[in-house]
């Protein structure tokens, strides 16, 4: 019997230490990426379907107040706004990103966030009705604000909470709720369902919904047990979120390392963005963060998206059900995703994101040579349709979920704000930018344009392979450590050994002498 309590024991202090999903933690992961990041997935997508019926409202609009038609050339400026404010927007979210979740916590700025998201979908829900076009494209860039803050917040509230053994599977749930609300709005964007006249208001304004869904639900959850701590300072209310999340009292041992945490970067202050870029203990986290956004959204992503329909199209799919295949890609997309979330903490960060870039890399070579030969070899075609299917896959398990899992896991807390920032930003300014000169690239370069993403992702994979470390299972401090080394600076103590009584008396000798200095 004595025994059989000792294995017990011994069993549950197992699981203490690896930690396990809750019925809190499932519940704040599912609300705050259902109420955010589906969002972010479903105004990336939403306006794809009823483009022809939106420009159709914008050239009718025009035509009512002035009594001549559009000129096609303010009509396609038009349209540029319309889907390069969101992107815009995602950029200016970005920027927000720091001063809000020091000021207001995580959990609160995604309520803030909310008003980002039901303000625009009520002005776009009502745009035809009110006959005005302009508040379309004003929302889209208020909305793209709402979708920047929720890409960079959610996976840093999530990461915060989460235990080291489930950080990587709960930092890739936000990207898969992204794939749903995509693959959402190409469902709903469906011409028998809201992608006709009389339904694409209907079909903008639904991004509303979650946010009031999220707003309604996201106050019975906890705040971060990090952010509580560290930066409050309030150790009771730490200690109880935490204890919530795990579902069990003893949390000492994470409780400690936060307080390790806390106390090696007391000295340091909390970081800004320049800070953050003038840092030298921090300069590989930077360069890793800014290369691996950058790969993620100049490898070719929305091209891919972009040239599918041709592809398709050249294959003998009909116009009709070319929007069915799109959905089938979408669900891909979701379901690799998905493998993904549950890959993660046995395959590793690292592994998954060289497999995911190289993957996208061969597509992109194969497909340059598969659309070029087409026309000659008729089964090419279907090679092309193949290649699309793998790059998706491919971006789907390492390139779009794993970025934002690094940047959590890579900084701090003092740090952590504005390395999302510099992300996050980096993550927008490369989406406008392809969005602007793809069409561009496709003019001058025809299907080669794809040998420029290959030869990014190609880059992308060495650097990975040369520097960016393995993450899986380990603490913050254990990857500061790893990285301090990359950096060459030398941490001078054990901090996971050293108790708060031990780092105080330090700590104060060195204000007093900071204050001696002043005086003097």
């Given at each position: 019997m004595?025994?059989?309590?000792?294995?017990?024991e011994?069993?549950?202090?197992?699981c203490?230490?690896?930690?396990?999903?809750?019925p809190?933690?499932?519940?704040?992961?599912?609300?705050?990426?259902?109420?955010?990041?589906?969002q972010?997935?479903?105004?990336?997508?939403?306006?794809?379907?009823?483009?022809?019926?939106?420009?159709?409202?914008?050239?009718?609009?025009?035509?009512?107040?002035?009594?001549?038609?559009?000129?096609?050339?303010?009509?396609?400026?038009?349209?540029?706004?319309?889907?390069?404010?969101?992107?815009?927007?995602?950029?200016?979210?970005s920027?927000?990103?720091?001063?809000?979740?020091?000021?207001?916590?995580?959990?609160?700025?995604?309520?803030?966030?909310?008003?980002?998201?039901i303000?625009?979908?009520?002005?776009?829900g009502?745009?035809?009705v009110?006959?005005?076009?302009?508040?379309?494209?004003?929302?889209?860039?208020?909305?793209?604000?709402?979708?920047?803050?929720?890409s960079?917040?959610?996976?840093?509230?999530?990461?915060?909470?989460?235990?080291?053994?489930l950080?990587?599977?709960?930092?890739?749930?936000?990207?898969?709720?992204?794939?749903?609300?995509?693959?959402?709005?190409?469902i709903l964007?469906?011409?028998?369902?809201?992608?006709?006249?009389e339904?694409?208001?209907?079909?903008?304004?639904?991004?509303?919904?979650?946010?009031?869904?999220?707003?309604?639900l996201?106050?019975?959850?906890?705040?971060?047990?990090?952010?509580?701590?560290?930066?409050?300072?309030?150790?009771?209310?730490?200690?109880?979120a935490?204890?919530?999340?795990?579902?069990?009292?003893?949390?000492?041992?994470?409780?400690?390392?936060?307080?390790?945490?806390?106390?090696?970067?007391?000295?340091?202050?909390?970081?800004?963005?320049?800070n953050?870029?003038?840092?030298?203990?921090?300069?590989?986290?930077?360069?890793?963060?800014i290369?691996?956004?950058?790969?993620?959204?100049?490898?070719?992503?929305?091209?891919?998206?972009?040239?599918a329909?041709?592809?398709?199209?050249?294959?003998?799919?009909?116009?009709?059900e070319?929007?069915?295949?799109?959905?089938?890609i979408?669900?891909?997309?979701?379901?690799?995703?998905?493998?993904?979330?549950?890959?993660?903490?046995?395959?590793?960060?690292?592994?998954?994101?060289?497999?995911?870039f190289?993957?996208?890399?061969?597509?992109?070579?194969?497909?340059?040579?598969?659309?070029?030969?087409?026309?000659?070899?008729?089964?090419?075609?279907?090679?092309?349709?193949?290649?699309?299917?793998?790059?998706i896959?491919?971006?789907a398990?390492?390139?779009?979920?794993?970025?934002?899992?690094?940047?959590?896991?890579?900084?701090?807390?003092?740090?952590?704000?504005?390395?999302?920032?510099?992300?996050?930003?980096v993550?927008?300014?490369c989406?406008?930018?392809?969005?602007?000169?793809?069409?561009?690239?496709?003019?001058?370069?025809?299907?080669y344009?794809?040998l420029?993403?290959?030869?990014i992702?190609?880059?992308?994979?060495?650097?990975?392979?040369?520097?960016?470390?393995?993450?899986?299972?380990?603490?913050?401090m254990?990857?500061?450590?790893?990285?301090?080394?990359?950096?060459?600076?030398?941490?001078?103590?054990?901090?996971?050994?050293?108790?708060?009584?031990?780092?105080?008396?330090?700590?104060?000798?060195?204000?007093?002498?900071?204050?001696?200095l002043?005086?003097?």
């Amino acid at each position: 019997m004595k025994l059989t309590e000792e294995t017990r024991e011994s069993s549950n202090a197992c699981c203490r230490r690896k930690g396990k999903i809750t019925p809190l933690l499932a519940g704040v992961t599912l609300v705050s990426t259902f109420g955010s990041s589906f969002q972010y997935g479903y105004n990336v997508s939403v306006i794809n379907s009823p483009a022809e019926f939106m420009q159709g409202f914008y050239n009718q609009t025009y035509f009512d107040r002035e009594g001549v038609p559009m000129a096609n050339s303010y009509q396609t400026l038009l349209w540029s706004l319309t889907v390069s404010m969101f992107p815009l927007g995602g950029f200016f979210g970005s920027l927000m990103v720091g001063p809000l979740v020091n000021n207001c916590g995580r959990k609160g700025t995604l309520l803030i966030n909310n008003i980002f998201s039901i303000v625009p979908a009520i002005l776009m829900g009502t745009s035809k009705v009110a006959k005005t076009f302009e508040v379309i494209i004003i929302s889209r860039i208020i909305v793209g604000i709402c979708a920047g803050l929720s890409s960079n917040v959610v996976p840093m509230y999530l990461g915060e909470m989460s235990p080291k053994n489930l950080r990587g599977a709960i930092g890739v749930v936000p990207q898969l709720f992204i794939t749903i609300g995509i693959l959402v709005a190409q469902i709903l964007g469906l011409s028998n369902i809201l992608g006709n006249p009389e339904g694409w208001p209907v079909l903008l304004g639904l991004t509303g919904i979650p946010a009031v869904v999220e707003l309604l639900l996201l106050p019975f959850f906890p705040e971060s047990p990090r952010y509580l701590l560290i930066q409050k300072g309030n150790e009771d209310l730490a200690r109880q979120a935490l204890k919530k999340l795990r579902g069990w009292d003893d949390v000492d041992d994470e409780m400690e390392e936060m307080r390790q945490e806390d106390q090696s970067e007391k000295l340091e202050g909390r970081l800004s963005v320049f800070n953050l870029c003038t840092f030298q203990a921090l300069r590989w986290q930077l360069i890793s963060i800014i290369v691996m956004m950058m790969g993620q959204q100049l490898s070719g992503v929305n091209a891919i998206f972009y040239y599918a329909n041709r592809i398709f199209s050249s294959a003998g799919v009909t116009e009709n059900e070319v929007q069915y295949v799109t959905v089938g890609i979408g669900a891909v997309n979701v379901v690799m995703t998905c493998v993904a979330v549950f890959i993660i903490e046995s395959l590793g960060r690292r592994l998954l994101l060289l497999t995911g870039f190289g993957i996208c890399c061969v597509a992109c070579a194969v497909l340059t040579m598969a659309l070029n030969l087409q026309a000659t070899v008729s089964w090419m075609r279907y090679l092309s349709i193949a290649c699309v299917i793998a790059y998706i896959i491919g971006h789907a398990i390492g390139a779009s979920p794993i970025p934002f899992v690094m940047i959590t896991e890579m900084f701090l807390q003092s740090s952590r704000p504005a390395a999302f920032m510099v992300g996050g930003s980096v993550h927008w300014l490369c989406n406008f930018t392809v969005g602007l000169v793809f069409l561009y690239m496709e003019k001058g370069l025809g299907a080669y344009c794809f040998l420029v993403f290959c030869a990014i992702c190609l880059a992308t994979v060495i650097y990975i392979f040369i520097i960016v470390p393995e993450t899986k299972g380990k603490t913050f401090m254990e990857i500061n450590r790893i990285m301090a080394k990359r950096n060459k600076i030398e941490i001078q103590m054990d901090k996971e050994k050293l108790s708060d009584f031990q780092h105080v008396p330090e700590t104060q000798k060195k204000q007093e002498e900071a204050h001696s200095l002043s005086v003097l």
